[in-house]
């Protein structure tokens, strides 16, 4: 079988993670890397074995030996490159949020459509095999009719003022940091579970370090925990360390999640509830395989993955019961429905596309301008 060739661009965490997990597929072959400078995009394809590196993503648009990409850079940089490849004939998977305003996820969208290519949101999170058995028990109406959800993603590696990361900084990630990076995979999760729209908020963000000191070097996501009074520079901050946010979603039901990324002690805690008019389910991203199902007048349950015993949300385990699938797999799973889309455009949509990353920014939006007005806002 020909081996499809893709290019990463950019080289920080996301460009591990979705360089390892791409290269479980088989049929895809990473050919080249591009970062901000020549040296660091050579460091990182040492570092991954990638032969080609460049620190300028430009010079990839043309390269016949390229059929698709993956844009993981700062949001600032994802609607000019999904353009330029999308124009140049490369399916793109873009990185969330997915662009800067939803303005910009319409255009990164009509390029992509006009050009005919395969496009992509990475909202990983949905695939879970645990995930999936949650959106298939709400579409078989096991939990009855959605009344109400809750959640939260939090964090704490933006805990302290020394903590630092290029998602602080407004030109690079947008005015919503918290709440565009976690907020976005929240909103876009509840909205798939439960095959309902949010179709309205009222939100409240909140910058508690009005101040941070920043590195005077780059420092990749998640680290930089270390660093001592020599090594930065303070300046001002306006992205938001915590967010909350009360929400309509489809014509009925109602819900509430806050994100945060100065929870002590929470290193990756994305969790939601879904309660119908039969029954409830919770779930921790941090405990994957794990799904509570509460009941009204019988005991509760603790479901445990087996795809064997999950039906048809079963193929999204590779992995027999009692083998842990978690972050990782995620990836893989969303990667392999994109790129057999990428070898066969015939197949069904089984992946978040550029449209659910333009939705996704009009519920960000939502939220910004409902924090603006305190009052409650309408998505678009």
Not at 229 to 234: G, H, N, R
Request: proline share 3%; hydrophobic share 40%.
């Amino acid at each position: 079988m020909a081996k499809i060739r893709t290019a990463m661009i950019g080289t920080g965490f996301m460009g591990k993670v979705h360089t390892e997990q791409v290269r479980r597929l088989g049929n895809v072959e990473v050919v080249a890397a591009a970062s901000s400078t020549q040296e660091v995009a050579r460091s990182f394809a040492d570092s991954v074995g990638i032969a080609h590196a460049t620190g300028d993503w430009t010079t990839l648009v043309n390269d016949p030996g390229i059929d698709a990409v993956h844009i993981l850079t700062p949001n600032a940089l994802h609607a000019p490159m999904s353009i330029a490849f999308a124009q140049a004939g490369k399916a793109v998977l873009c990185e969330k949020p997915l662009a800067m305003s939803s303005a910009e996820a319409q255009q990164m969208l009509d390029a992509a459509e006009a050009a005919g290519v395969v496009h992509a949101t990475n909202h990983n999170l949905r695939f879970y095999p645990v995930v999936q058995y949650v959106r298939q028990m709400v579409a078989s109406g096991e939990l009855g009719e959605v009344l109400a959800v809750q959640g939260t993603y939090s964090q704490d590696w933006l805990l302290y003022d020394t903590d630092y990361n290029w998602r602080i900084e407004a030109e690079a990630n947008g005015k919503l940091r918290a709440m565009g990076d976690i907020g976005s995979h929240w909103m876009d999760q509840i909205q798939h579970v439960t095959g309902l729209k949010i179709t309205s908020v009222c939100g409240e963000l909140t910058t508690f370090h009005k101040t941070r000191k920043k590195p005077k070097g780059s420092v990749e996501t998640f680290t930089g925990k270390t660093l001592s009074p020599s090594d930065y520079t303070e300046i001002p901050i306006t992205t938001d360390d915590f967010g909350t946010v009360m929400l309509h979603l489809g014509d009925r039901a109602r819900g509430a999640f806050t994100v945060s990324q100065i929870s002590a002690g929470n290193k990756n805690s994305f969790r939601f509830e879904v309660y119908g008019t039969k029954s409830g389910v919770s779930w921790n991203q941090e405990r994957p395989d794990e799904l509570w199902i509460g009941h009204r007048n019988s005991p509760n349950q603790i479901l445990l993955k087996d795809a064997s015993l999950m039906g048809a949300s079963g193929q999204y385990a590779d992995l027999p019961g009692g083998h842990s699938e978690g972050y990782d797999d995620s990836h893989k799973q969303l990667f392999k429905r994109f790129y057999a889309r990428v070898a066969n455009k015939s197949l069904p949509v089984e992946h978040p596309t550029f449209a659910d990353g333009l939705h996704g920014m009009k519920c960000l939006e939502a939220v910004l301008a409902s924090h603006e007005a305190r009052a409650w806002v309408d998505v678009k």
